[in-house]
């Protein structure tokens, strides 16, 4: 069955963010939705206008999107979610447009797994350190940003 790009998003909240609270899943669909609309660099050609599907799928990007992880069986994945009813709510507040300013423009976040967030992320540079909202670190991007 091909889910709606509502359903992915209502999926990949509640993967990626379903223990941080209202806010953190929020922070999340920002990401996603950022990359949807930037206009530039990878994120731009990957969405091809518009798609969050592509997004949510591109190769690498979200754990949660993939069922294998190192060859091994990935049980916390988008397939295995049910959400609720306050994760579509989530999905089509991003979809019309609302952020959460503490992310503002970022287009990475990550889940450092200890209690600092690492200064630049992904490992090229191009996003630099901007806020932290529970466990996960966020990442606005730099001028290199694109370039890729």
């Not at 999107?65 to 994760?87: C, D, F, K, L, V």
Request: include cysteine.
């Amino acid at each position: 069955m091909a889910y709606s790009e509502r359903e992915l998003l209502a999926r990949i909240i509640q993967c990626e963010a379903g223990g941080e609270g209202d806010t953190g899943m929020k922070a999340v669909a920002t990401i996603v939705i950022n990359r949807v609309n930037v206009s530039d660099g990878e994120y731009a050609r990957i969405s091809q206008g518009g798609s969050i599907r592509n997004i949510i799928f591109q190769q690498g990007q979200f754990d949660c999107a993939r069922e294998t992880i190192a060859g091994r069986y990935n049980s916390q994945n988008i397939y295995n979610m049910t959400p609720t009813e306050e994760h579509y709510q989530i999905a089509d507040w991003a979809i019309a447009g609302n952020k959460i300013n503490e992310v503002g423009d970022c287009l990475w976040y990550l889940n450092p797994f200890r209690p600092s967030c690492y200064s630049t992320f992904p490992s090229n540079g191009s996003g630099t350190f901007h806020t932290r909202i529970g466990e996960h670190c966020f990442y606005r991007p730099t001028s290199l940003y694109s370039q890729t």
